[in-house]
């Protein structure tokens, strides 16, 4: 089963977060945005491309077999591939900042209510 993520940041209105799932057995592909899905085909197994639009922008997502990597994401206005999401969308430096905000305010709503 694949699975891949793309975070697009869009200079003239909402980012958008992009997914694909690709049944390896099955064959079967789901496209999503966000949590609305924009196309569904079944038993690919071939190149295959899906074109769809968000907002103002075209993207084209190509299914290439026989590379490493298959999975293409392009914005047609610019002609400039999507990168791959990270693997964590938060890096842990902000993680750790926010536990410490948040260690912060219970010492002080402690020592205020007691």
Do not use: R
């Not at 057995?25 to 496209?31: C, L, T």
């Amino acid at each position: 089963m694949a699975q891949h993520l793309w975070y697009y940041k869009n200079e003239y209105g909402p980012d958008y977060e992009i997914g694909l799932y690709h049944g390896d057995k099955s064959g079967h592909v789901m496209i999503y945005v966000g949590q609305k899905i924009v196309k569904i085909d079944f038993s690919v197994f071939d190149n295959k491309n899906y074109h769809f639009q968000l907002g103002s922008e075209l993207f084209n997502l190509a299914i290439i077999f026989g590379q490493k990597n298959k999975y293409v994401l392009i914005n047609e206005n610019t002609g400039k591939a999507v990168p791959f999401a990270l693997k964590n969308k938060y890096p842990v430096k902000h993680i750790l900042a926010s536990i410490g905000i948040c260690l912060v305010l219970i010492v002080l709503i402690y020592f205020i209510c007691f």
